[in-house]
């Protein structure tokens, strides 16, 4: 099985947080990609970052695609571009977001999320509206750290995030903890020995979620709103999309 786990920022040393911690958890035979966009925002924080963000997810899907991939895992807690690139293949695509939130509400009744900064809280909330999971979560927080402060200032930032789901456990009566990030992908054993809850860290969850959809003999719907989108012309400098044949 090739799983194609799509970093959507530009920051290598994330990409790299992200893969080896996919395959930490990878069964024995699954062989993980970890990849990047050649251009593009180097942290993703934003409605802005994640826009420009969808365009190098949709040319790492395509990419994947002429190398026979079995699913594509989208390492952003935002999910950038999820239905377009579901709609570029047969493969199962999953976002580390929603498969977070199904994990979580497989363990527990009500789970927080830990997010890195305040505006991204909003991001996630509308996601919880989303995809229907409003109602397991009790709240909402931010450690206040930039995304890239995972990488440039690892103990600091892990610092915060620990004290941001202590007080999680203490005032939101809570079963489980949701990690708001795909740089925090290698964190999960720490936070969750220090706080002493359930810790659901979306990259990992997804690389377990993807292989029981790939096992199952199950892949993207091309019926409905997630068929191939219809070959058309593009101009400027979407030209190379004009007349995608794609089966």
Known sequence: ?????INPNTTQAMTDTIGEAARAVASPGTHITACQPKSGPVSIESHFDEAVSVMGVIEEVLAGEREGTDAYIIACFGDPGIYAARELTRAPVIGIA??????ASLISTRFSIVTTLPRTMIIAE?????YGFSHNCRRIRAADIPVLDLEEHPDRA????????LRAKREDNIGAIVLGCGG???????ISEAVGLP???GVTAAIKLAEAVVGLGLGTSKFGDLAFPRPKPFVGRFESYSNLKLE
């Open 1 to 5: 099985m090739h799983i194609r786990v």
């Open 98 to 103: 929603e498969a977070a939130f199904h994990m």
């Open 126 to 130: 509308h996601l919880l509206e989303s």
């Open 158 to 165: 892990l610092e915060l995030i620990i004290e941001e789901c």
């Open 184 to 190: 925090m992908a290698d964190l999960t054993p720490k």
């Open 199 to 201: 810790v659901v860290e």
